[in-house]
C-alpha cells in the first residue's frame, strides 16, 4: 500500500486492495497526483518510492524532496536511517519494523499476515516523520548554502538514476559462468609459474610473504623502504617499477589483475541479475 501525510501529526495508510476497489484502480486515483510537475513529492529514500511505483506503471513527475538526500548533503559522515534522524532531529522513537513483522529469520512473518491496524499505526508514523524531517531540514540547507544544491541538482538527479538503475545493463550470464572458469585456470597457471620462479610455493596474495621473496630471497635490486610495520612495499606503483628486474614481476602484475577482475566482476554480476527484467 501507500502511506501519506499532508500535514503533521497525521497521516493516512492506503492499502493497494479493499472491497472497495483494486491495485489498477488505486494506481489510476493516484497517476494524477503523482503527474503534476507543480506538486512536491517528499520521501525517505526517493529513488525506492519512485521505481516502486514505476514499475507498475506510474512515473512520479513531482518535484522530490529526499529526506535521506537532504541529510546526506547536511552530513556526509553520519547514518541515514530514518528512526535514527527522528530520535536526533525529533526525540521520538518510532515504532520499530521488527515490532511489525518480527526479527530477520524464520520466525519473521509476511507482510500479508500483518493487522491492517499495525500496519496502518508503522506507515502513518513513517510518513508524518518524513513530512516533519523536511521542515527541519529546509532551514538546515538554507543555512549551510545548500538549499540550490538539494534543489537543482541531487533531487532531480533522483529519477535519473532511477531511470538507470531500472533500464540496467544486459549480462549474459552463461558467458560470465564460462569466463569466470577461464579465468580462474589462467590464476592458478600464473600463480605455479610465480612458485616456480620463486623457486618455493608461498601464498602470491600476502604481501607480507611476497616481500621477503622478491627483495630477499630473489634479490630484486631495488631501493625500498619497509612500511611502519616492517614490510617490504609491494603494492602496484612499486611493482610497476621492477618489471624489467625479474620476470617473476609481471606475472604478478598479471595475477593480480586477473584476480580482481574475477572477484569484482566476473563473479558478483551474476548474482545482481534481476530475474523479472
Known amino acids: 500500500g501507500c ?6 501529526r497525521a497521516g493516512w495508510w492506503v492499502p493497494v486492495a479493499s472491497e472497495a476497489w483494486d491495485l489498477p484502480e488505486l494506481l489510476a486515483a493516484l497517476a494524477p497526483v ?7 513529492a517528499i520521501a525517505h529514500n526517493f529513488k525506492d518510492a519512485y521505481l516502486a511505483m514505476r514499475r507498475h506503471g506510474v ?8 529526506t535521506l538526500v537532504a541529510h546526506y548533503l547536511l552530513q556526509p559522515e553520519a547514518g541515514h536511517a530514518l528512526d535514527q534522524l527522528a530520535e536526533v532531529e525529533l526525540a521520538h522513537q518510532p ?6 513483522i518480527g526479527e530477520k529469520g524464520k520466525d519473521q512473518i509476511p507482510f500479508a499476515a500483518v493487522p491492517a491496524d499495525q500496519w496502518t499505526d508503522y506507515a502513518c508514523e513513517t510518513a508524518d516523520l518524513t513530512w516533519q524531517l523536511a521542515d527541519r531540514y529546509r532551514p538546515q540547507l538554507e543555512a549551510v548554502a545548500a538549499t540550490e544544491l538539494a534543489r537543482d541538482v541531487e533531487f532531480p538527479l533522483i529519477a535519473v538514476l532511477a531511470e538507470v538503475e531500472r533500464e540496467g545493463v544486459h549480462l549474459d550470464g552463461q558467458r560470465l559462468a564460462e569466463y569466470s572458469v577461464e579465468l580462474a585456470q589462467r590464476i592458478a597457471g600464473l600463480e605455479l609459474e610465480i612458485h616456480r620462479l620463486a623457486e618455493r610455493p608461498f601464498n602470491v596474495d600476502s604481501p607480507k610473504q611476497l616481500g621477503p621473496i622478491l627483495f630477499e630471497h630473489l634479490g630484486i635490486p631495488a631501493k625500498v623502504k619497509r612500511t611502519a610495520t616492517g614490510q617490504y612495499p609491494t603494492g602496484e606503483d612499486v611493482l610497476i617499477k621492477l618489471e624489467q628486474l625479474h620476470p617473476i ?12 577482475l574475477l572477484s569484482t ?11 523479472a527484467t
Open 59 to 66: 512515473r512520479i513527475n513531482n518535484r522530490a524532496f529526499d
Open 34 to 40: 503523482f503527474a503534476d510537475p507543480e506538486k512536491e
Open 265 to 275: 566482476y566476473v563473479e558478483p554480476l551474476p548474482k545482481l541479475i534481476d530475474a
Open 3 to 8: 502511506a501519506f501525510a499532508t500535514e503533521a
Open 249 to 260: 614481476v609481471p606475472l604478478i602484475l598479471e595475477y593480480r589483475k586477473l584476480k580482481k
Open 95 to 100: 515504532l520499530a519494523l521488527s515490532a511489525v
